[in-house]
């Protein structure tokens, strides 16, 4: 299954695969077919989120090289939670991937033990530290709407392939249908609603925040009390 996210933040079904197994060949077959539904331009600016299923690296490699490539953010928490058994870590991983700067970063990194930043390091952070992922991601670190969207899949992987993919016809057409409405209600809006909620979350912040004179015409702000 290949999903997107749109403007509004919200899981966006692209492309659906029936295959025997999940290996290199079925991926490269799925990826294929992609590229030429979507074309290879698609690609070339964004970066592909997965749990690293078995195969899929080396096919995506072959089908889109170059091809940025993202983790989970999720999937990365459990695996620290098997390897050192220590919350700390996790909450220290948690500030070490959602820095915005490498100074934010490197101040964060640095504070966790040498094992840990060596086990983070093999795993490359310009595949989930958003200091240094350079491919269009908009802030998504995990595949958690993927994965809710997955689960919602469940009677259909107990059918035969036509049932199975007349139900995915039933409910995507019933998805796009609910969504109808508000895509056609805010068609002549500026910001789309989504968008809006989320400005006026941060205005309503900012309105926390006093500007304190240093020199001349600089400031710099600071939340009041």
Known sequence: MFMCIDPEGREFPVAFGIVGNEDTRSWKWFFARLKEALGEGFFSEFGMMSDQQKGLLAAQEKVFPGMHTLRCAL??????KKTFHNKDVVKAFNRIRLALSQEEYDSHF??????VQDYLDGLLPETWALAYITCRNYGHTTSNLVESYNASLKEVRE??????????????????YERCPGATEAADEEVLPGIQSDIEVLCSEAARYTVNPISGNEGMGSPSA
């Open 110 to 115: 640095n504070s966790v033990d040498k094992a």
């Open 75 to 80: 999937h990365i928490i459990g695996n620290l």
């Open 159 to 176: 059918k035969n392939i036509i049932g199975a993919l007349n139900k995915l016809i039933e409910n995507l057409t019933r998805w796009f």
